[in-house]
């Protein structure tokens, strides 16, 4: 009896790496929040996931009206010596703003830029300007830079254009005006103003890159599971025409034959017999007509007659042959099996034993076909690959005529039409489950 080991759990990762992982997925949360569009007066990163990212606007913006509005106004007015009233007006004028832009960065950039101005002409007649920065305080350095941080990260290209070219006019013009108390201070707001801008608007557009970019793949996954259903389905409807077109032929030649095979028969079972048969001519007629437009220009090979279990044992040998050890358990007498089953039954073992040479080369594997309860029983299970997976740089070679390559889709579209089930998944020891059921008098799909 074996007793099964449950290995320790892995030790917890040191401090610094768990630091440094929650970095990363708060830049990767805040790069998503970037790309994502906001509805105009939403808040600045409103779509990101994470509350803490949500919250980084506001506590930024508390951040810096709580330090900048006290030191303007404390500046204005003892180095400055601008009138205590006034300079607290332009201080809030300057800084209280910086809230209103965490929704709505533009407006605020217009009243925060005029109370700029406004402050500037006001320095000019002060008397503590000399020596000091002009016409723009330290204060409003930084909490322009803020600002410019909001309007870079909401607004389009041409506009963060107009609000640098603006920026800078005004510099020019108050350096025109005096370029006695003008230090060069506009010339470093200018240039700052620049480089946060196109910071800033170059991680919204990637951040919008990337989510485009994840929006294009789950649509082109979408589509291409919807292309592979809709090739199996045509690949089954293709399959089901030799199946259904056996039958009918049949019908047509006893229909046909039945006026000379049996003597004394009354003109209206002659009619009747005739008309059977002229039936059956044209749903041949529509069936062949139907069958030109399912089937692809690669498709010759698949006029041959349908597969069904009597050749799963030469299936088992090719999958031998590709260098997988694989045994095959059949009854000695099947008894009569549905075409449709027979042939489902066959595509099912097929798929199976290809994916098992393509996902687990090596793997022992065992193909089980049983008959109980009027259900037929199709199982195929392989154990964990000896090689590790496919050898690198090269496929493992397939055998041939190894599936159509759609895996678990066909099998499932194989199973509803007969009206069945099917049980697929993984396997305590790495190895690979294939269970199908389908009963051999064939129901209506659900």
């Known amino acids: 009896m074996k007793t099964l080991v449950t290995p320790p759990p892995p030790p917890p990762p040191p401090p610094p790496a768990r630091l440094r992982d929650a970095l990363r997925a708060s830049l990767r ?52 010596q601008v009138n205590g009233a006034l300079a607290g007006a332009l201080a809030t004028a300057q800084t209280a703003p910086l809230l209103l832009a965490v929704t709505r960065p533009l407006q605020a950039w217009w009243i925060i830029g005029t109370a700029d101005v406004l402050g500037a002409l006001v320095l000019l007649g002060a008397d503590g300007v000399a020596d000091r920065s002009w016409p723009w305080t330290p204060m409003i350095v930084i909490g322009y830079l803020g600002l410019m941080l909001a309007v870079g990260l909401r607004e389009p290209r041409r506009t963060l254009l107009g609000v640098w070219l603006v920026t800078g006019a005004a510099g020019g013009a108050f350096e025109v005006i005096s370029q006695r108390r003008s230090d060069g201070i506009h010339v470093l707001l200018f240039v700052l103003t620049g480089v946060v801008l196109l910071l800033t608007a170059t991680l919204r557009e990637r951040g919008d890159a990337q989510r485009r970019l994840a929006e294009q793949e789950t649509i082109s996954e979408a589509e291409r599971a919807r292309r592979t259903l809709l090739e199996e389905r045509a690949r089954i409807a293709r399959e089901l025409h030799d199946v259904v077109a056996h039958h009918m032929s049949v019908i047509t030649v006893q229909a046909d034959s039945a006026p000379y095979r049996i003597e004394g028969l009354p003109e209206a079972a002659r009619e009747e017999f005739t008309t059977i048969a002229a039936a059956a001519r044209e749903s041949l007629t529509e069936m062949r007509r139907l069958l030109v437009v399912l089937r692809s220009e690669g498709a010759e090979g698949e006029r041959a007659p349908q597969p069904g279990l009597d050749r799963v044992q030469q299936l088992v040998e090719a999958t031998v042959r590709a260098g997988v050890p694989a045994e095959l358990s059949l009854p000695a007498e099947l008894g009569p099996v549905p075409p449709a089953v027979d042939l489902s039954a066959y595509r099912i073992v097929q798929e199976a034993l290809a994916n098992v040479v393509r996902h687990a080369p090596g793997a022992p594997t065992r193909v089980s076909v049983t008959v109980a309860d009027g259900r037929l029983t199709v199982l195929v299970v392989n154990g964990p690959s000896e090689q590790g997976g496919s050898p690198r740089g090269r496929s493992p070679v397939e055998p041939p005529g190894s599936g159509t390559g759609h895996g678990l889709v066909g099998m499932r579209e194989r199973v509803r039409l007969t009206g069945g089930t099917l049980d697929t998944g993984p396997l305590p020891d790495g190895g690979f489950r294939v269970a199908a059921r389908l009963p051999l008098t064939v129901k209506e799909p659900a």
């Open 29 to 80: 949360t805040l790069g998503t929040a970037l790309g994502t569009p906001t509805e105009p007066g939403a808040p600045l990163l409103a779509q990101a996931g994470s509350r803490p990212v949500r919250l980084l606007p506001y506590v930024v913006a508390v951040a810096l009206v709580a330090s900048l509005l006290p030191v303007t106004v404390t500046v204005l007015a003892g180095d400055y």
